[in-house]
Nanobody, 125 residues
Framework: QVQLVESGGGLVQAGGSLRLSCAAS????????MGWFRQAPGKEREFVAA????????DYADSVKGRFTISRDNAKNTMYLQMNTLKPEDTAVYYC??????????????????WGQGTQVTVSS
């Protein structure tokens, strides 16, 4: 069992930066692929970024590639999402998720077993 808690969301102006954190409980954190997803009002949940259990490989949605960086510290049971050059269209609730079944399906939210409660990110123009 893994419990996830996101933090670091907030209100920022366009062009600014935020760093989201996802703290995990449980001793098996380091064995899971992890991901970040987001959901804006009236829209479906969408993939943002994912990272392998070791941190050796990452994947990004085209909309955030070059602006966002996903990382993890298995010693601290924590995953991060550094978000730079934020745009108003990045406004959403951001969720961290754990335990994608295989790396090939990390972009599919249905492949994750555990979810955090979400943290709001609002980017003003």
């Amino acid at each position: 069992q893994v419990q996830l808690v996101e933090s670091g969301g907030g209100l920022v102006q366009a062009g600014g930066s935020l760093r989201l954190s996802c703290a995990a409980s449980g001793r098996t954190f380091s064995s899971y692929h992890m991901g970040w997803f987001r959901q804006a009002p009236g829209k479906e949940r969408e993939f943002v970024a994912a990272i392998t259990w070791s941190g050796g490989s990452t994947d990004y949605a085209d909309s955030v590639k070059g602006r966002f960086t996903i990382s993890r510290d298995n010693a601290k049971n924590t995953m991060y999402l550094q978000m730079n050059t934020l745009k108003p269209e990045d406004t959403a609730v951001y969720y961290c998720a754990a335990a994608a079944t295989t790396w090939a399906v990390v972009r599919s939210w249905a492949q994750y077993y555990y979810w955090g409660q979400g943290t709001q990110v609002t980017v003003s123009s």
